[in-house]
């Protein structure tokens, strides 16, 4: 027969070893408190608690308290963190800049690593203080078996469950409960905001054109046509290049304040810019004869730098074969060929950029993109019609 001690906790159920075994009966197991269900379910499923001590048998003293706000500044902190990181991911500058600009956007993706541990970090140490300070400690031992559940077993296993959720304080504990909603759902919404987040404002045509748009009011010098300049923000020159040589070049959209919003900010705009030797004929593409300079035996020619296939720089020249090579995947392009590919997994030939020269304040030439590229950069979206 079952007992209970002065805790009210229901000993000898069960009988170790080969003994004869005890099972309450149906009425029994009503007439039992959910404390008394458990240890009476506990055993009947041959699990046996060695040890169970409630960490404040005496309810609502400072020790508890103190535990309890300890456990619910983690939860709010992970919460504080996940609001931080959707502010960040709205309003921190991530749009990449030519180097000679202000670099802040390097931060966005760190800072928003961080948070997102932060997150993970505090809501993990508030669960790990809450089980370890507030929830009983508790010790058992279970022996396996292959019993059919019966109806007695049924009852026991739900005041296990009533008994645990009482274990975890949640309903006398709302201190605990707020915070740990505010954690949660911190955990919940984030993956969402990066998920959605990127996709909630319209793209309009920017998948459809580069910085090599023409710009009359940015450029009326030049009738709109964009400056090409190197890294140093110096506008690139035919006289400055020898036979054979490339050059990365890139859309001279200046700054013209301290933050650099007018700076260069797309990652499409890279261009390898190839002088050819003399007698080096160009084959183009239809439509394309004209994109070289100069426009009758085109002595520069200037392609996407981005690859095709997956969007590394194909930016090994060899003088010798005048093909461009991807390093990623060894994709070949041929430039007398107007950059078609000849090996690799690439299937579609580097865009190319229609160049032009227009004489500086110096009296020298200078290299402008007549217009913008006339098919998508790189392999991330679909032909052009």
Same mark, same amino acid.
């Given at each position: 027969?079952?007992?209970?001690?002065?805790?009210?906790?229901?000993?000898?159920?069960?009988?170790?070893?080969?003994?004869?075994?005890?099972?309450? +009966?149906?009425?029994?197991?009503?007439?039992? +408190?959910?404390?008394?269900?458990?240890?009476?379910?506990?055993?009947?499923?041959?699990?046996?608690?060695?040890?169970?001590?409630?960490? $404040?048998?005496?309810?609502?003293?400072?020790?508890?308290?103190?535990?309890?706000?300890?456990?619910?500044?983690?939860?709010?902190?992970?919460?504080?963190?996940?609001?931080? $990181?959707?502010?960040?991911?709205?309003?921190?500058?991530?749009?990449?800049?030519?180097?000679?600009?202000?670099?802040?956007?390097?931060?966005? +993706?760190?800072?928003?690593?961080?948070?997102?541990?932060?997150?993970?970090?505090?809501?993990?140490?508030?669960?790990?203080?809450?089980?370890?300070?507030?929830?009983?400690?508790?010790?058992?031992?279970? *022996?396996?078996?292959?019993?059919?559940?019966?109806?007695?077993?049924?009852?026991?296993?739900?005041?296990?469950?009533?008994?645990?959720?009482?274990?975890?304080?949640?309903?006398?504990?709302?201190?605990?409960?707020?915070?740990?909603?505010?954690?949660?759902?911190?955990?919940?919404?984030?993956?969402?905001?990066?998920?959605?987040?990127?996709?909630?404002?319209?793209?309009?045509?920017?998948?459809?054109?580069?910085?090599?748009?023409?710009?009359?009011?940015?450029?009326?010098?030049?009738?709109?046509?964009?400056?090409?300049?190197?890294? +140093?923000?110096?506008?690139?020159?035919?006289?400055?290049?020898?036979?054979?040589?490339?050059?990365?070049?890139?859309?001279?959209?200046?700054?013209?304040?301290?933050?650099?919003?007018?700076?260069?900010?797309?990652?499409?705009?890279?261009?390898?810019?190839?002088?050819?030797?003399?007698?080096?004929?160009?084959?183009?593409?239809?439509?394309?004869? *004209?994109?070289?300079?100069?426009?009758?035996?085109?002595?520069?020619?200037?392609?996407?730098?981005?690859?095709?296939?997956?969007?590394?720089?194909?930016?090994?020249?060899?003088?010798?074969?005048?093909?461009?090579?991807?390093?990623?995947?060894?994709?070949?392009?041929?430039?007398?060929?107007?950059?078609?590919?000849?090996?690799?997994?690439?299937?579609?030939?580097?865009?190319?950029?229609?160049?032009?020269?227009?004489?500086?304040?110096?009296?020298?030439?200078? $290299?402008?993109?007549?217009?913008?590229? *006339?098919?998508?950069?790189?392999?991330?979206?679909?032909?052009?019609?």
């Amino acid at each position: 027969m079952s007992t209970t001690d002065e805790t009210g906790a229901v000993q000898g159920t069960h009988q170790s070893g080969h003994g004869e075994e005890s099972t309450p +009966t149906v009425e029994d197991v009503r007439a039992m +408190t959910p404390e008394q269900r458990m240890m009476a379910g506990t055993e009947t499923d041959d699990i046996y608690i060695v040890h169970r001590r409630d960490r $404040f048998p005496i309810r609502g003293t400072k020790a508890e308290k103190r535990a309890e706000r300890a456990v619910s500044v983690c939860f709010v902190i992970s919460g504080l963190a996940g609001l931080a $990181f959707i502010v960040c991911f709205c309003a921190l500058p991530w749009h990449w800049h030519l180097p000679g600009t202000p670099q802040n956007f390097r931060f966005y +993706t760190p800072v928003l690593g961080g948070l997102f541990a932060a997150v993970l970090l505090f809501l993990g140490i508030g669960m790990v203080l809450w089980a370890k300070w507030l929830m009983p400690e508790e010790e058992v031992v279970q *022996n396996r078996h292959d019993a059919p559940t019966s109806e007695e077993d049924e009852l026991m296993t739900e005041a296990t469950l009533m008994v645990g959720l009482e274990d975890t304080g949640l309903p006398r504990r709302k201190l605990i409960l707020r915070s740990f909603v505010i954690a949660g759902g911190a955990m919940v919404t984030l993956p969402l905001v990066a998920l959605i987040g990127g996709i909630i404002k319209k793209p309009g045509d920017q998948l459809l054109h580069t910085m090599y748009r023409r710009n009359p009011k940015l450029f009326p010098k030049t009738q709109g046509r964009v400056p090409i300049v190197d890294q +140093t923000w110096r506008q690139m020159g035919p006289w400055m290049m020898d036979p054979g040589s490339i050059m990365t070049v890139f859309p001279g959209v200046r700054p013209n304040d301290a933050a650099g919003f007018n700076g260069l900010t797309d990652a499409s705009s890279p261009v390898i810019l190839i002088r050819l030797h003399p007698g080096q004929i160009v084959h183009a593409r239809a439509g394309q004869a *004209n994109y070289g300079w100069p426009p009758q035996a085109p002595e520069f020619v200037a392609f996407s730098k981005i690859c095709t296939h997956a969007g590394c720089p194909a930016s090994l020249y060899e003088q010798q074969t005048t093909r461009l090579l991807c390093p990623c995947h060894q994709s070949q392009f041929a430039v007398l060929e107007d950059a078609k590919p000849v090996f690799g997994p690439a299937t579609r030939s580097l865009p190319k950029l229609p160049l032009d020269v227009v004489i500086g304040d110096d009296g020298k030439q200078y $290299f402008v993109a007549r217009n913008d590229f *006339n098919e998508p950069i790189g392999p991330g979206f679909w032909e052009r019609k």
